[in-house]
């Protein structure tokens, strides 16, 4: 039995996140071995590439083990009660205790490291909207009971976080849930009452926003907006990221300029290896490099949609989306960014970007993806496997009773 789940890991997604994540090692310590021995960190060229490659080791295990764990435990209602309570108390928490990092108050100082709940959240999130729909399958078009409360806590949730204020992850959770719902089952009918909700709980939300106008819509986030809208007039200051990205990528044509030999990585583009890695990842590696990044996100993201259209289980389809929907809407509004498409939001590149809490939540996401991929290959082979056996038994008996006659 064993050795039949063994088979059926999708071996092909397994080596593309293996490959992604050495690859954003290594642009991590090309991106940030400049800034690492500046004033602000006085360390050696290699800290951020050394906490990095520990970041991965860890996730690394952490991957193996939620990969071996059958996915159908997570729908269990006591751990549905706990992602509800811990998610509730630990951004009520952040509040009070929070650290504050680029204005937000998003994280828990935790001796030297960081951590960022809002990342594991995430996670959470997805595995209790997927749970409640799938449960909810039976009666998904009646919108008062099948659809409503879990929007309304998806809601809170999202205004716990925005208010922090970190508005791209909130976002971000918005746009995994609303892909969560619609991909539910519902009819559109209900998709459209689904939609006026969401309209309607923006507009009850507008009060609070202007209470928090000060700190959702800083002068610095105001900034952000005029700089997306214009960035060269801007340059000198709110632009100079986003104007500095765009000399990056100019400069890194077909094959780059080598890597490690990035110019904007000299102070040009500061945090370089966090939100505009991808920035350095052009000037260095060209187009070439680009697309590298692009082939391997866009084959994660298929491959989850894939794995979502074959597996029969309504939680299996929906978590595998949901995780597939983060890695995807995450990735467009990173890369939507640092290319001028949106404005910026601080949101970190999946597998590339340095980030100890993001590479951790993305272990266990592609753990709990290749798991569901590994059981619908198992049950589809296994139910082809009887249906072929069935039909060569009938066969069989056909023709011995044909031979008897």
């Not at 490291?113 to 799938?134: C, D, H, N, T």
């Not at 680009?290 to 939680?315: E, N, P, T, Y």
């Not at 290319?339 to 601080?346: A, C, E, H, K, Q």
Request: charged share 10%; glycine share 8%; hydrophobic share 50%.
């Amino acid at each position: 039995m064993l050795s039949r789940y063994a088979k059926s890991y999708d071996v092909s997604l397994i080596i593309i996140i293996i490959l992604i994540s050495l690859f954003g090692l290594v642009m991590v310590y090309s991106s940030s071995m400049v800034i690492a021995t500046t004033d602000k960190y006085e360390a050696a060229s290699d800290f951020f590439y050394q906490k990095q490659k520990l970041n991965l080791i860890a996730s690394f295990f952490v991957f193996m083990l939620v990969a071996l764990i059958p996915y159908k435990i997570y729908k269990h209602k006591y751990i549905l009660i706990s992602i509800f309570i811990v998610s509730l108390s630990v951004l009520f928490l952040l509040g009070i205790v929070g650290h504050t990092t680029n204005n937000a108050q998003s994280w828990f100082k935790l001796g030297g490291r960081s951590l960022q709940p809002s990342e594991f959240i995430k996670v959470g999130m997805i595995i209790y909207l997927s749970a409640v729909y799938a449960k909810k399958q039976s009666y998904i078009n009646n919108f008062n009971v099948g659809v409503l409360p879990p929007i309304v806590f998806l809601f809170f949730i999202c205004f716990l976080i925005a208010i922090q204020p970190d508005i791209g992850t909130a976002a971000i959770m918005g746009l995994i849930g609303m892909a969560i719902v619609i991909s539910s089952g519902m009819s559109f009918k209900t998709i459209m009452k689904f939609i006026g909700i969401l309209a309607l709980l923006g507009l009850l939300a507008s009060p609070f926003i202007y209470i928090n106008r000060d700190d959702i819509f800083s002068d610095n986030r105001l900034g952000r907006i005029d700089s997306f809208i214009n960035p060269f007039e801007y340059e000198e200051d709110e632009g100079y990221q986003i104007v500095n990205s765009y000399i990056a990528i100019g400069t890194g044509g077909l094959t780059g300029v080598g890597l490690g030999n990035s110019v904007l990585k000299y102070g040009y583009l500061p945090e370089a290896h966090t939100d505009f890695i991808m920035a350095i990842v052009s000037e260095e590696l060209g187009l070439a490099g680009v697309l590298f990044v692009f082939f391997c996100l866009g084959f994660i993201i298929l491959k989850g949609f894939w794995i979502a259209s074959r597996c029969k289980d309504a939680f299996g389809s929906l978590l595998a989306l949901g995780i597939s929907s983060m890695i995807g809407i995450q990735s467009f509004i990173n890369l939507g960014g640092l290319s001028g498409i949106i404005p910026i939001t601080g949101v970190t590149l999946p597998f590339i970007s340095y980030g100890g809490s993001s590479i951790l939540v993305l272990a266990i996401s592609m753990g709990i993806l290749v798991n569901v991929s590994m059981f619908t290959n198992y049950e589809n082979r296994y139910k082809i496997t009887n249906q072929q056996q069935s039909e060569k038994s009938e066969i069989l008996s056909s023709a011995k009773s044909f031979h008897l006659n």
